[in-house]
């Protein structure tokens, strides 16, 4: 049985990953594994990317032996690629509990904090990343990531620079010079770095990232080709049917089955090609989250169903961000017009007094979102308007942000109203105003052609673009922008002047 650990070793030396969790896991039919045996199995199954199997075989091996600081430090890696990122910290932290000189788990640990929200953490550890000797590129880029995050756009620039200086051939780094450069909304300073990164590297995040930035610069045509990019990435749809994926092939008499990915906002903006196919004369099925079939349902054509359910046959599938590419019509000009989406009822508001405004206030996003922290803003920055409006303040919305309410907060709670998206979309209809940072009700009131007030952080997400308050995709919302980095009081200062 030795003969399989030797040639498992082997295997692993010669990145011969898969003969070497092979011959590991015979070797565990008829062994009690030792150290050594987990760390070349978990191993290969990291290499893999088999992130499940990588996590329980190192947290087996930190229960056994938890002394030991590599088995730690590669439970963290499993955990932070499966997206447990409070486990994968807690992890690394008890690495370094173990051994405090180890500068790679520090770089790790720095982009955990980072994509935990705790950026400050993340600085402090990538400096300290650097201090102990990992490599010095990576963890100038870890350092720039964390620095970018907090605003510290310059600094972030010559960390990034230097970074690039220590390790010319990480494509990674020149794309993150780029994307400092995008949250700055300096383009043409972005288009080399993006064109230096592709050049290294055809990584699907570096042409998705730059696909984003052409659609926010609005260069539609490009922009939609680069982003197709996503789906490229791990977990990128939910569904995947099994049926061709459909191309701009012609369509008539043909079921097309439309398929929902990221988040409700996403639904919600882009269902209106589903019409454009129908116009076509395709056959139109849909797969969308629960929360959104009712909203859809007598809205759009064919038959909507919920993901989770039984698949529809199809001839063929898209995702829905896919259309504007797949219909060539990539400006949001092109896009059919709102209101596209309509509700037959309207709520009855809690405490609705003649004379005074009915303004709906959606403050917080998902606190899972990438830049949750740029575009969420606390409940009490909203206080100037609470005092000044002869206004009655409602949530229009359920989860996270809704326990900054407190009892002297002037703003109802309808989260009881809520189930899903067409009891939101019949509270809209009973508004006079919505106000909202960048979240899913921001798309429904758009589509229902609501009167909104959209709240944006300076580089918003690549759908507002960069200047003006009016959009294309929704005539009804209004656009209220940072004009630097971090102000919001600005944007609410506008904002009570518009609504006094």
Known sequence: MTDLVAQALAALRQKDFAGARAAMTAFATENQLEFQHYLIKGLAEIALQDWMAARDTFTEASEIFPHQPQVWLNLGVAEENLGDLDDAAESLEQSLDLKAEQGDVCGNLSNVYRKLGRFEDAERMAHRAYEL???KGQS???????????????????????ALRHDATDAHIPANIANCYVDQLKFEAAWPFFAKARALSNDATIRRDEGMARLLAGQYAEGWKLYEARLELPNALRIIPNCPRYNGEPVAGKKILLLAEQGFGDTIMFCRYGKMLHDMKADICWVVQKPVKWLLDGNMPGTITAEGDPMPYADYYIPLLSLPNALQKPSPADAPTTPYLRVTTTAELPDAKTGKKKIGLVWAGSPTHERDHERSIP??????????????FYSPFTGAGLEEITSGTPVIRLD?????????????????????????????????????????????????????????????????????YGDWESVL????????
Not at 140 to 162: D, V, Y
Not at 462 to 467: A, I, K, L, P, V
């Open 140 to 162: 100038l880029n870890s350092l720039g990531l964390a620095l970018m995050k907090q605003g510290k756009f310059e600094a972030a620039e010559r960390t990034f620079q230097e």
């Open 416 to 484: 009881q109203l809520i189930t899903d998206f067409a009891d939101t979309a019949a509270i809209l209809q009973a508004l006079d105003y919505l106000v909202t940072v960048d979240t899913a009700t921001a798309h429904l009131a758009g589509a229902l052609g609501i009167k909104t007030y959209l709240l944006l952080q300076y580089s918003p997400d690549w759908r507002w673009g960069t200047e003006g308050i009016s959009t294309a995709w929704y005539p009804s919302i209004t656009l209220l922008r940072q004009p630097k």
């Open 379 to 392: 409940l009490e920055a909203f206080a100037p308007l609470f005092r000044k409006l002869n206004a009655t």
């Open 493 to 500: 200062n506008t904002l009570l002047d518009r609504l006094a």
């Open 133 to 135: 000797g990992a490599p």
